[in-house]
Structure formats: structure tokens, C-alpha cells
């Protein structure tokens, strides 16, 4: 991973976090909240996971632990202020990744996992390839969510978000 591509993948965090903030508003709260059989059970909790996991990472890779309880914590109830933290988060992740360099992503990087606490040294940029590739995993199954609550989200690709390759 280069520090472009970085960039570019937290360009692309922000502007889909943006596209489904915008269309889960859109619902009642309890569609939001409805169990629908998902890993994190609903909409509103899928988000809540997807904020979480961001903060735990970007936490590790300031120096800056992020501590929860389980990685099903509810951070925020009301969707508001989720939704206010996320755009925060988003912003704090494009701000970190401007200041990567080819040798910060290249250099070892130690972290404790939650699920498997044991110290794990890899280089920064598998971290970060991870990092972004679980926001997408996530995403993922959200979209799945909203179709299934008939919610049309708009294209996903990262090809089509605006100004990408620039």
C-alpha cells in the first residue's frame, strides 16, 4: 500500500460513510434498529460497529488507544450523534492518512488484537489494508441490510466517487 492508495481508500470511506448516513436517516429509527438476522444484528448496529472498529484502529495507529467493552458496544443510541461521530472519525482518518509516508507504512507495527489479545507485529500497511478492507466488509453487509429494507443506496464503486485518481 502506498500513500496515495491510503488516501485514497479514506476519500472513499468518507464519501460512502456520507451516501449511507444520508440514506439510513431517511428510515424510522425503528427500521434502524430492527433485528434482521445480521452479525451486529441491525442497521443502527452494523453503523455502531463500523464506528467502533474505526476508532479501536485509528487509536493503534496514533498511539491513542480507543478502550471498549466488546466490539458489539453500542457507542452512540441516538443516530444523530452517531452520525455526527462518524463524520468526525472519517475526517480524523483522512487527516492521519495525509501524514503516511512510504516509510511510515513500510515500518513494524505491534498491536493487540481484541478477540486474541496476544502481541502481533506486522508492518503498518497490512494494518492498514486491513483497516480499510473491514470498513468494506461492513459496508457490505449494511448495503445488504438496506436493500432488504428496500432502501435504494446509490452505487458503491469506488470507481464512480467523485475526483478519484486526482
Known sequence: ???????????????????????????????????????????????????????VWLGR?????????????ELYADFD???????????????WTDRQTDETLAAAFEFRSITNPKP??????????????HQAHHRGQLTTLLAQAGVDYGVTDLLWMPDVGR
Not at 495507529?61 to 458496544?73: A, I, K, M, W
Not at 507485529?121 to 483497516?131: A, R
Request: glycine share 4%; charged share 25%.
Open 1 to 55: 500500500m502506498t500513500p496515495r492508495q491510503a488516501r485514497t481508500l479514506a476519500a472513499y470511506n468518507h464519501w460512502m460513510n456520507d451516501k449511507l448516513y444520508a440514506v439510513c436517516a431517511d428510515l424510522p429509527d425503528a427500521a434502524r434498529r430492527e433485528d434482521r438476522g445480521a452479525f451486529f444484528r441491525s442497521i443502527h448496529g452494523t453503523l455502531n460497529h463500523l464506528l467502533l472498529a474505526d476508532r
Open 61 to 73: 495507529f496514533t498511539g491513542e488507544p480507543y478502550v471498549v467493552e466488546g466490539l458489539d458496544q
Open 81 to 95: 450523534e452517531l452520525r455526527a461521530e462518524r463524520e468526525r472519525t472519517d475526517v480524523d482518518i483522512v487527516s
Open 120 to 133: 502481533r507485529t506486522l508492518p503498518l500497511w497490512v494494518c492498514v489494508t486491513h483497516f480499510f478492507n
